[in-house]
């Protein structure tokens, strides 16, 4: 909804004005915003709240003026037969505007999109696109009162492209419309990844469908899967069944379903990056083939997380006859160009204590254990590129004597892709996109492949190829994951597409929210399971201060939720309070941006809404406590519901003594900062996400 | 949750009451209850409330006293390996338990489950169950303080048997527990079945699996799959591609597909039977195969709903090669003994315009178009049975000449099972099992394949092999779906599994209620799409005021959406409010329920509770008018919303006029009775469930 989505007051009062007062005014506004937003987009300055819900915002648009207005006699056409890629993205297209709108279209769209007198929609390309990095994704689009146009050189333009008009979509009193404006699009880096890990929890196939819809609903464009760790190999191999046999608890993809996946990711302009994770991180291997690893097994699969010893064995020929027919079949089942070997987090205490691999590393003046590594990366290579793979690893298969036509991921800092880049490799940034630590929209937002300040020169900026978000699947489960992946990568999708002068957070955090709602079209279920966990720990749908209490915590930041004395494992329930909370409280957002506006405005009404707020999460804990008695499972969020009884409590008497101008003692503030500071620790591995909100209060009474 | 989910006050508070004086009441009210309702169950006399959510209510049952308490150290035990049936049941088992209680189990129940010193509850059966009818599904199920035995003659009553332990996790203060009891059950009927229509609106992979689990979880096992119908053919067919190719528009199962599924409720004790639907409801064949068709093509797929006029051409010997060769591969593909074959709605329109066909019959003495379908059926029934299969068929398949080894399921009434009972067929009923008719689960809960004043003989009765759900799908979506199967279909589980005198209506209601809230954990979406269909409809999350429109407003009975205006096909959204509305609204029968209380009681707490729930539904228009003036889609329920705020307006005044026992105007009756039957008509496709509660206050006045 391009009008009233606003969080910003003046603007949806301007669209209601200008509703209320008939079309022409809109015009007027519309050009007024096309001057102020879009105009400075072209120009690269930072954008400022608009009405629009675009995410990527593009490069380049131009509001025109008027609109064209959808009805039920709306068509779209192009020179394409059913089956073809875009045919079906024009379907689905068009599936979801009927949805969207309740309107029922003439057209059969599912039998023909041929260009006809009642095509409103004009879709044209120039040529197939290929699935491969620097292929053009470029598009335009037109719309004007009559039709609309869009263009572009390749079918993945398209794709791009009928997802922003989707964005586009707005609606008044009259009806639904979309606003006439020229825009031109095309992302800034090429890779722009979602790793998808379902190995330390199996994510079935409908996981994957689903959230490769909502990639593509933010242009996101490489699946990056990691299909084998410690806890589980997740591929049918037809040359070595025993791998996923033993290996997957019955949890693993067949070649068939992984088949109907690259279709799909193919059908939404997507590539699929498989990775096998080697030398380390291979427990799950070693079930079937303990030959093949360094020490003697016999092996399980893991249960527990984190750098485990099992590794393979560089040094016998036999490991890499293994890979190589392994590495045969699955070079086949993937038909991406690119194929990643992981290579990170290798414990090289299987190495040093087996003497028949020292003896090795001597004879062949291999001087230690990273080196090793690096021998293995170099016969691995070879194997690859025999059929015609290009590798990728992580940071660490980066050592002398690795050749250049391999690119590098890097996890473990911005530093670690400046030296990968000025040796010349290419590279893809992961650091600072690890969602799986929960941090905020924010964070990652503003984390850039190339920052402003960035050394490297423009010559090896063009090494850079992207980046991508990492959903590393310790603590998430298929009940979980779309909730911990959906919203925020949106905001690294942008990040990777837009131009790096889009930076405008509170812009960000408006949009966000907007499209947050509309890719649940796509089936992902990141807002919709939170009150179905709540309804289960309570087995009742009396849920209310639950969901007070869940809309301001947060699960623990970083990987403390592994040392909070729970011993996670891959059996242990994800179905906690814990889980059940969004990984970011817009919420508690939202309460910060207010206590920050009430501090300078000292507004009254203000105020009263603080008040409101506090109130309420003052009042909750009585109603939790009733409605949890018996839900042992929540006992251990009691402390939490009182944290945020007492702090509120406190917030409500500062907030009085602001209003009334009253002084306060030197002991009464301590002791509120020192509520604080108690509530500041985590609770059942949640945190409170109002505190930060609060203490601007307590600090504003402190000066 | 044993004790509190009882709506029940009296329940509840002995609850609350035995849990704070400790263990020892608890247990002498188990006895207590155990006497009253147990005894009652295996007596056969009718249910009272319980706190017990059981569903399918066990046949047998006696509480011993005591609870087995719940704790980390929970291990299972069977004697079977990784893989087996039971083995991933007891995982499964496992990870919901954990899931609900939040305990981190110790046991590694993905690995071993063999039985040893710290095995809790121990799993025994005596061989494999047969996916066929007639199988035993019977469980014994102990619960001691220290131990739980399920026992079964196979492994398919294990299964059933881990559905109801689940069923009867309880809790208090102190933790979660099963309360000790001995329990013996088995099916009335073994045939229980739901249908799924594929062909209507195609319904993905992960549709099926999800219900399947959830079909499980109330001891269904028959999924009936319609296959194709004019609409949509959706099976791959390696013999024939061109039906899937050209029949399906892309939306068909593959075979590895359909294996999988086929899989997964082997793993749940579910059979698979499919349903290819035969002479009649075959458009989606003739768009490949125009051929066998009765009137010449060509044929493209069918848009619109109803009976077409497509029909096989049953007097060409091609006809008959055809099917052969294309049952032959689907009865190798299906590998359940039974077979449907349709037959239902055959339109003779072609039959009888074609010379040729006419012909054929006179040559052959057949009389008329049924007796030519029945010549159909003959020869399809030789074909089956090459392939050693049983046909079943609808209603209409009954003709004189039919051979006895048939079963003939009933959708026109339950004289039609009857009759063909007493011809000698074995029949299922599924006449007042049409969920797609947005019954209520009342009507369908009471009726009963041998009703209490059934005509059959004992002898004959052994011939109701059961009944079946029926998910026609000409208006619902992979994303409605859900919504209308569940919880509604757990009743009719309870009327086909649990002996014929369990029919307590409110008792039924209450468990429903909890019921539908665990079958969420099967990954059912029935509760949990409402909020985001909502959200979709305002492309906001401000949807309180839709909230409570949707709560009290049902879809229109029957099939009389098709009449309204709106011109369903295929492609028609299935995302307007009517459709985010559950096919019953549980809080209008709690109202009318409260009326009922109030009108006898007279109760000022009641009458405070009437009103409260009046103001809400008064004040809610306008606030939905603010929520939704940017959202044309909803200009259609305005009215229904401002029918809900004037009938709950006049509801209040009736309200005040019988507390302040005022005489009240004839006009004014006149005129407020006006107003609820002009608040009866549909609109937008939906009716207020709200208004049988409010016809019984006005009737009170009028006595």
Redesign the interface.
């Known amino acids: 909804?391009l009008?009233?989505?606003s969080d910003n007051n003046k603007v949806s009062l301007a669209g209601h004005y200008t509703?209320r007062v008939g079309i022409r005014p809109l015009l007027l506004f519309f050009v007024i915003i096309a001057f102020f937003y879009f105009h400075l987009t072209a120009a690269g300055e930072e954008l400022k709240s608009t009405s629009f819900n675009l995410m990527p915002w593009p490069v380049k648009a131009e509001i025109t003026g008027g609109q064209f207005r959808l009805a039920e006699n709306f068509y779209l056409g192009g020179e394409v037969k059913?089956?073809h890629r875009v045919f079906?993205a024009g379907t689905r297209f068009m599936?979801r505007l009927?949805?969207?709108?309740?309107?029922?279209?003439e057209q059969?769209?599912?039998?023909a999109q041929e260009i006809s007198n009642s095509t409103k929609l004009f879709y044209y390309f120039e040529r197939p696109g290929q699935l491969v990095p620097g292929e053009d994704e470029s598009y335009q689009l037109e719309i004007y009162p009559g039709k609309i146009e869009l263009k572009a050189k390749t079918d993945l333009g398209l794709l791009r492209g009928f997802e922003t008009l989707l964005q586009l979509l707005s609606?008044?009193?009259?009806?639904?419309f979309f606003p006439c404006l020229r825009l031109e699009d095309f992302p800034r880096f090429t890779w722009r990844g979602l790793l998808i890990d379902s190995s330390r929890h199996f994510m079935?196939?409908?996981v994957i469908?689903r959230n490769l819809l909502a990639m593509s609903a933010v242009k996101l464009n490489v699946l990056h899967w990691h299909l084998s760790d410690d806890q589980g190999f997740r591929v049918e191999s037809k040359v070595f069944p025993r791998l996923h046999q033993l290996g997957s608890?019955?949890c693993y993809y067949?070649q068939?379903?992984i088949k109907?996946i690259i279709q799909l990711a193919s059908e939404l302009g997507i590539r699929v990056v498989p990775e096998f994770d080697l030398p380390g991180h291979s427990t799950s291997w070693f079930v079937a083939y303990p030959e093949y690893a360094s020490a003697p097994g016999p092996y399980?699969?893991e249960?527990k997380f984190g750098v485990m010893l099992p590794v393979f064995n560089p040094t016998l020929e036999k490991t890499y006859k293994f890979l190589d027919r392994f590495l045969k079949e699955m070079t086949a089942l993937f038909p991406d160009p690119y194929f990643h070997l992981g290579g990170d987090e290798v414990d090289p205490k299987h190495w040093k204590e087996n003497p028949e691999i020292q003896k090795f590393m001597k004879k062949n003046n291999i001087p230690d254990e990273p080196a090793l590594q690096a021998y293995f990366n170099r016969r691995l290579l070879k194997i690859l590129a025999k059929y015609q793979k290009k590798m990728v690893g992580w940071d660490e298969i980066y050592q002398p004597g690795l050749p250049q036509d391999v690119v590098i991921q890097s996890w473990r800092g911005q530093q670690a892709l400046v030296d990968a880049v000025r040796k010349g490799y290419q590279c893809l940034l992961s650091n600072g996109y690890y969602i799986d630590l929960m941090g905020s929209a924010e964070k990652h937002y503003l984390n850039d492949p190339i920052p402003i300040d960035s050394p490297l020169t423009a010559e090896e900026r063009k090494l850079v190829l992207g980046g991508e978000a990492t959903m590393w699947a310790e603590l998430v489960s298929a009940e979980t994951v779309d909730s911990r992946i959906w919203p925020r990568t949106a905001v690294i999708a942008e990040r990777l597409w837009s131009p790096p002068e889009i930076r405008d957070v509170d812009d960000m955090y408006r949009r966000l929210?907007?499209v947050s709602?509309?890719l649940?079209?796509n089936g992902v279920?990141h807002?919709?399971?939170q009150?179905?966990m709540l309804?289960?720990?309570v087995?009742?749908?009396q849920i209310k201060s639950l969901e007070v209490l869940a809309a301001v915590s947060e699960p623990i930041k970083g990987y403390s939720r592994h040392s909070q004395g729970?011993?996670y494992?891959s059996?242990?329930?994800l179905?906690?309070f814990v889980d059940a909370c969004y990984s970011e409280s817009f919420q508690a957002r939202d309460f910060k941006r207010l206590i920050e506006k009430f501090i300078s405005s000292r507004d009254r009404r203000q105020a009263e809404e603080i008040k409101s707020k506090l109130q309420l999460w003052q009042a909750n804990h009585q109603e939790l406590v009733a409605a949890a008695?018996?839900?042992?499972?929540l006992k251990e969020i009691m402390p939490l519901s009182e944290n945020l009884a007492s702090v509120s409590r406190a917030g409500l008497e500062a907030l009085k003594l602001i209003m009334n101008g009253q002084r306060f003692d030197q002991t009464w503030l301590q002791a509120k900062q020192k509520l604080l500071e108690e509530a500041r620790k985590p609770v059942a591995e949640c945190e409170l996400a109002v505190l930060p909100g609060l203490e601007l209060l307590f600090n504003y009474l402190k000066k």
């Open positions: 909804m009008i009233r989505k509703l059913p089956g079906r599936s009927a949805g969207r709108t309740g309107l029922f279209f059969d769209y599912l039998a609606a008044d009193e009259q009806g639904y079935p196939v409908e469908k608890d019955g067949s068939a379903e109907e399980q699969i249960r929210k907007a709602l509309t649940e079209e279920n807002l919709k399971n009150l179905m309804r289960r720990l087995q009742s749908d729970k011993p494992s059996l242990a329930p179905t906690r008695t018996f839900s042992p499972v």
